[in-house]
């Protein structure tokens, strides 16, 4: 009797491509993966509508889904709309209790409305509000993994992520977030796996953490 494979569905962050999980490597005996790709968002859609949206694209049933930053705000609220096996939410936030001070005095303000999204051909922007980074000698890093630079998306993107309302945290979800996280550095606090030196960005760099342990995370046996 064949073993029953597991689709497992990643949503990359803000303004990234897909491709921050090339590193990612699950076993084709236990495993498929599936990389799903923002949207261009319709003009005033909530995150709600985008969400399901988002679940349409899914082809199969009892799924994993694992969502980085902005895209771990997104798999939640898709959760709250689907039956999925175990839902991962990486460098990102619980609730919006946990999101830093910054973005709550934009909410406050709503200053978010005249960040200079227009600048979306700077790398630099990009990567900061994306990555937590100003780029450096990683430029090329980069671009390769910022692909998104539709106006329209980011300035609907930063508004879902600042004007986020979840209160709690999804009892179901399972946290994963890095100790040295620089955009959301409230994130471990609670339940939460903390990943040792893990940046905002270290779905990329410590990938070798999640090929050990999302098996193991997936399977319960952990």
């Known amino acids: 009797m064949s073993q029953e494979i597991i689709h497992v569905y990643f949503m990359p962050g803000m303004a990234a491509n897909p491709t921050i999980f090339e590193h990612i490597k699950l076993s084709e005996d236990q495993f498929q993966m599936h990389w799903l790709e923002w949207m261009i968002p319709n003009k005033k859609e909530s995150l709600e509508s985008y969400a399901k949206r988002m679940i349409a694209k899914i082809e199969h049933d009892n799924i994993v889904l694992l969502g980085v930053s902005f895209g771990g705000i997104l798999v939640q609220e898709m959760s709250k709309h689907m039956k999925l096996r175990k839902l991962f939410v990486v460098s990102s936030v619980k609730s919006k209790h946990e999101l830093p001070k910054r973005m709550k005095l934009m909410k406050i303000t709503k ?30 890093l980069y671009k390769k993994y910022l692909s998104v630079s539709d106006k329209h998306y980011l300035d609907w993107a930063i508004e ?20 040295k996280d620089s955009i959301f550095p409230h994130s471990c606090i609670g339940n939460c796996l903390v990943v040792k030196g893990g940046t905002h960005i270290m779905i990329i760099n410590k990938f070798k953490w999640f090929n050990e342990n999302l098996p193991k995370l997936i399977l319960n046996q952990a």
Do not use: C, M
Request: glycine share 4%.
């Open 111 to 140: 200053a978010y409305k005249i960040l200079p999204t227009q600048l979306v051909s700077n790398i630099d922007f990009l990567a900061k509000y994306a990555f937590g980074e100003t780029v450096t000698k990683r430029v090329e």
């Open 160 to 179: 879902n992520v600042i004007e986020w309302n979840q209160d709690q945290p999804n009892a179901a979800a399972i946290y994963i977030h890095g100790e």
